[in-house]
């Protein structure tokens, strides 16, 4: 399977994929992190790919989006943008919007 391959099956069978340096667990470069907070914070399941695992991968999500860095974040095959883009769209409550409307259900965070 080809690069290009392994990321389109990830993006295409997750409802929410987040490529990004390191795991949801252990994030290693803090664009990274303040996107799995944003996530976590609004409840959404999503699966997290590290890059530094494989530079393959790294180059290749990049080819794959032609955006230029990590983390990436994509919603029902749909790149929806880096830790700008997606600290923009939370704080303006359009991310959380996006994911009810791609019909991803979201459990609302405890406390």
């Known amino acids: 399977m080809s690069i290009e391959q392994f990321i389109e099956n990830e993006v295409k069978s997750n409802d929410v994929v987040l490529f990004m340096k390191g795991t ?13 907070q944003i996530l976590d914070h609004v409840g959404a399941p999503y699966k997290g790919l590290n890059v530094l695992e494989s530079s393959e991968l790294r180059d290749g999500i990049k080819i794959y989006s032609n955006w230029p860095t990590i983390p990436q974040l994509y919603v029902k095959g749909e790149f ?3 830790c700008d883009i997606i600290r923009e769209m939370f ?6 919007q996006l ?11 405890a406390g």
């Open 24 to 36: 949801p667990q252990f994030p290693q470069c803090g664009f990274s992190g303040q996107v799995v």
């Open 99 to 109: 994911l009810a409307d791609k019909g991803v259900a979201v459990q609302q965070a």
């Open 91 to 96: 704080q303006a409550g359009e991310l959380q």
């Open 80 to 82: 929806i943008g880096g």
